[in-house]
């Protein structure tokens, strides 16, 4: 490997990103590839302790913009304690949700103001994007039945509109971000769907 690479995944709850993400990993390390998995939010000591405030069911509503900053002080610590040293020790970083989750979650669903999350991300980020960004693709209504038998937290809580406006901000962000971003049809089999990456990921870098 002459290189590192980013990796992110992106969709709406429910979309299958956490199993594409784990069908990686594993194709990696069947490769004697070395990465490494990040999580968002979360990944860090003090991030986990943001991801559990941020995703408690709780009586009291969170205001938008402390949503979107206790998000972005989440990811500041991961890139900064954890990302951008693995990747300048040459690793494979697959995130499973980085800045674009802030972008479609907080812009799309919350509706707070694109631009100036735009400029947050920048700096809780370093100016670091991914190298690639998949975005698995499904609608809200498939979404919710996927996750009919799990334990909802807040923000998966937050309702049918509010997943279909993320989905809506996210298939906007691949056209800003068209450079860097693969839409793939979640309604696809799992190995189908893991196929498509692998296949995406050798085009893009010799493996």
Not at 16 to 31: E, H, I, P, R
Not at 70 to 98: C, E, K, W, Y
Not at 104 to 120: K, N, S, W
Not at 161 to 182: C, N
Request: glycine share 8%; net charge negative; charged share 30%.
């Amino acid at each position: 490997m002459n290189r590192s690479l980013f990796i992110s995944f992106e969709g709406i709850d429910g979309c299958g990103k956490s199993t594409q993400v784990k069908m990686l990993m594993n194709q990696l390390d069947k490769n004697d590839i070395k990465s490494l998995l990040v999580r968002e939010p979360g990944g860090t000591p003090i991030s986990e302790e943001i991801r559990e405030v941020l995703l408690k069911n709780r009586d009291d509503k969170m205001a938008e913009r402390t949503e979107a900053l206790l998000m972005t002080a989440s990811r500041a610590q991961l890139t900064q304690d954890i990302i951008i040293p693995s990747l300048n020790s040459g690793l494979i970083v697959i995130a499973d949700r980085f800045k674009d989750s802030t972008l479609a979650y907080q812009g799309g669903g919350r509706g707070v103001d694109l631009g100036f999350l735009v400029q947050l991300n920048e700096f809780a980020t370093y100016d670091l994007d991914p190298d690639i960004t998949f975005f698995i693709d499904i609608t809200s209504e498939e979404g919710r039945k996927r996750q009919s038998n799990g334990d909802l937290d807040r923000i998966e809580n937050a309702g049918l509109s509010f997943q279909e406006k993320v989905r809506e901000q996210y298939l906007k962000l691949a056209h800003m971000f068209s450079h860097r971003f693969i839409i793939i049809d979640g309604v696809l089999s799992p190995d189908e769907i893991h196929q498509k990456i692998w296949s995406e990921i050798q085009n893009r870098k010799s493996l």
